[in-house]
Nanobody
Framework: QVQLVESGGGLVQPGDSLRVSCAASGLTFSDYAMAWFRQGPGKEREFVSV????????HYTDSVKGRFTISRDNAKNTVYLQLNRLKPEDTAVYYC???????????????WGQGTQVTVSS
């Protein structure tokens, strides 16, 4: 069965950096666009970033542009999200998701990971 497993979350201070990863199995990884969503305390799940199946196209929500970078390694079946210049409002559970074709809408994604907690606090 398809599994998406996130890792790399943690507690960091404002301005710090962190990289979260999502390892996929049970699917032909290079056929799928991969996205990151997040859900902060008391908030709805929101789109963060997406990368095309070949890595040539990426999109970001406005609040993370210039700070976060999405990338993928199809040889390792893994997608990454580099989080730089973190702010307290970035605190959330970060989820990866997979679907055929790029989308920023959570309900269009078929496969989801369990999430990894990122907490930004001084």
């Amino acid at each position: 069965q398809v599994q998406l497993v996130e890792s790399g979350g943690g507690l960091v201070q404002p301005g710090d950096s962190l990289r979260v990863s999502c390892a996929a199995s049970g699917l032909t990884f290079s056929d799928y666009a991969m996205a990151w969503f997040r859900q902060g305390p008391g908030k709805e799940r929101e789109f963060v970033s997406v990368i095309s199946r070949d890595g040539m196209s990426t999109h970001y929500t406005d609040s993370v542009k210039g700070r976060f970078t999405i990338s993928r390694d199809n040889a390792k079946n893994t997608v990454y999200l580099q989080l730089n210049r973190l702010k307290p409002e970035d605190t959330a559970v970060y989820y990866c998701a997979a679907r055929v074709g790029i989308s920023a809408f959570a309900d269009e994604y078929v496969y989801w990971g369990q999430g990894t907690q990122v907490t930004v606090s001084s």
